[in-house]
């Protein structure tokens, strides 16, 4: 009975230690692999990831940008004033208006209403605006000196009532924060098909 029992208890630790062999092969087959800082952080690499960057305060250029955005592919992200623009901001007729006030001084900088942009995460950024005063408006100034962009893409897209795109992504490009790779950047209609968009955005080379 003794010789019996020790046998049985032999066979159990057996079948035991053969269940733990599989089990771990198991265990080995199934766990990820272990990654490091950097190819954790390959997975987050821009690729070819595309961010459209907007302000827009009477819906044309937010048209614009919705348009390119669909068009090529692109995320959007909206650049908010802290303070938005009224009507009465952007009448063109008195000197006295915030955006004229603002468009005469260079070094105006309206305060964003957040930096949230997520900028490390693209590696062409457009940016979208419309013509104030034959220029881009203030609050693109501070936006692009709100970020670092160094090794990005960038070009710029605009609306206007009756001025072409002119210097103003010239200054923009001279005044961003980082060694940017600035591209020549186009006025659109705010109805921009994406046929029009993709044939501009092509002839880039990014």
Known sequence: ?????????SMLMVLGLMGCGADNGKAEE????TKTVAQAADNNATGDKILVAYFSATGNTKQLAENTAKALGAD??????????????????DETTRATVEQKNDSAR???????????????????????????????????????????NM?????????????S??????????KANWKPGKLFSPQAGADEIKAWYNGLGL
């Open 1 to 9: 009975m003794k010789k019996l029992w020790i046998a049985c208890l």
């Open 30 to 33: 199934k766990a990820p692999p």
């Open 76 to 93: 959007l992200y909206e650049i908010r004033p802290e303070s938005p623009y009224t009507a009465e901001d952007l009448n063109y007729n």
């Open 110 to 152: 309206p305060k964003l209403a957040d930096k949230n942009a997520p900028i490390a995460g693209y590696k062409t950024i457009i940016l979208a605006y419309p013509i104030w005063w034959a220029q881009a408006p203030r609050i693109m100034d501070t936006f692009v000196e709100s970020y670092d962009f160094t090794g990005k």
């Open 155 to 167: 070009t710029a897209i605009c609306t206007s009532g009756g001025s072409d795109i002119g210097s």
């Open 169 to 178: 992504a010239d200054y923009l490009a001279r005044i961003t924060k980082g």
